[in-house]
């Protein structure tokens, strides 16, 4: 059997090396959403040596050039750290602390890429509920393709 152990029997409960996650990852699309899965995460990161990173996806717009659309890019880059900073100031308390990151292209793609790319081992995205008379209607959503695509667990917040 390969992998690693993530048994939950614990001989030293409450110590620092209990958290079986070290680096954990909030994708935002900037709303007010992201502050409660955010601190969900801060939450985890304060109980052990964990470490968060808060991204940002900016969908680039096909068939134009990206360096013809630069300014524009930049302009929602800037928008997006400003938000970020902002969200991590207000819903993230010592010890813990937050990273943040912009990527370009499909959202759902570059969340999983990034996630592997950086040794994610947890993924905790916010999620609006679904209905459960038009749950086909919410397959196509962006968490539901994290959900399915990530190689490491997710943690919807709703």
């Known amino acids: 059997m390969t992998g690693r152990n993530t048994s939950t029997a614990r001989s030293n409960p409450g110590s620092k090396g209990d958290l079986p996650f070290q680096h954990i990852l909030v994708p935002t699309d900037l709303t ?3 502050e409660q899965a955010l601190q969900l995460a801060g939450t985890f990161a304060s109980q052990g040596p964990a470490r968060v990173t808060l991204l940002h996806v900016i969908e680039v717009v096909d068939g134009l ?3 013809e659309l630069r300014p524009f890019y930049d302009r929602m880059e800037r928008k997006a ?3 970020m ?3 991590a100031r207000r819903t993230v308390n010592p010890p813990a602390s937050v990273a943040s990151a912009v990527t370009y292209g499909l959202r759902a793609e570059e ?3 990034f996630a592997v790319a950086n040794g994610v081992d947890l993924i ?6 679904v209905n459960p008379s038009m749950v086909n209607r919410d397959w196509g959503t962006i968490s539901y ?3 399915i695509l990530a190689q490491c667990p997710v943690l919807l917040v709703k």
């Open 85 to 87: 900073d902002a969200f």
């Open 32 to 34: 007010k959403r992201t």
């Open 111 to 113: 969340i999983v890429k």
């Open 124 to 129: 905790v995205l916010a999620s609006h509920r």
């Open 65 to 67: 050039p990206f360096e």
């Open 145 to 147: 393709k994290v959900g």
């Open 81 to 83: 750290r400003t938000t």
